[in-house]
């Protein structure tokens, strides 16, 4: 069953192609992570996937309609984004930027269900003892960590507000380890695993292919707005697509319970 389908989906911009025929499918229980050199098409591709961009060209179909003519409020309740880069304009605290992903979502719910949630998704991700301090005075990680706390939150009210624990839900995470240390990526990653084993379509972007390769059901990797192969990690991580898309050599370290690790070395 997929829950998000991409048809030929192509996005271009200004005469410039930055995704060409993109053809994917995002289903409940998986976790699907893209990789791909600096400027492949990797964010452009999580954007129209979400329904931040519209395609130039092809379709995004959400659970078999056309992603667009999804009213926004059923959409809100439905997916969650952690984009690249986050900004506020406005002195928040850490509680309120969490409640601020339940602002459509979650407004109806009563003030304890909403305070569980807020709580719940704030530990989550390792930024409970953060609850009162203001955004504006956190680290890089920190930060991270708690628009990953908000987007968690945003899904559990839409869940809760809908009144169905199998609501069909997606989480797109934009490189949500890149500010993080090696203890907050393995934990982020551990219960963004959790959230696709529960049911939830799971899509994230990330650089660490040894990250990537221990977490993902399937692996879409790009190069020059194109996706050039997808499958099980073991298919896609060869040695072979490594050097043909990054042009560095693969050097496989081990092969132990934790699945196999990578070093990567020019040639
Ligand atoms: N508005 C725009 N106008 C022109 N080019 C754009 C525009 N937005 C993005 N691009 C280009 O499109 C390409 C794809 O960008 P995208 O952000 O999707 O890459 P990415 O794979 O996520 O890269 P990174 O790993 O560096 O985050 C890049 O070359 C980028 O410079």
Redo the contacts with the bound molecule.
Sequence with gaps: MSLLTLSAASYG??G?T??NQASMTLRPGELTVAI????????????LCCGELAPTGGRVLWDGADLASIPPWRLAAARAVLP?ASSLGFPFTVAEVVRLGMETVGRKLPRAAATAIINASLASADVGHLTGRSYETLSGGERQRVHFARAVAQLAAGRAASGRDDLPQALFL??PTASLDIHHQLLLIREARRLADSGVAVFA?L?DLSLASSCADAILL?RN?EIVAQGAPDMVLTPDWVRQVFGVETEVLQASGGGPAFAYRLP
């Design positions: 911009v200004r410039k930055l995704l791909g050199p600096n400027g492949a098409g990797k964010s452009t591709l999580l954007r690249q934009d490189e972007v650089h790009m707005g």
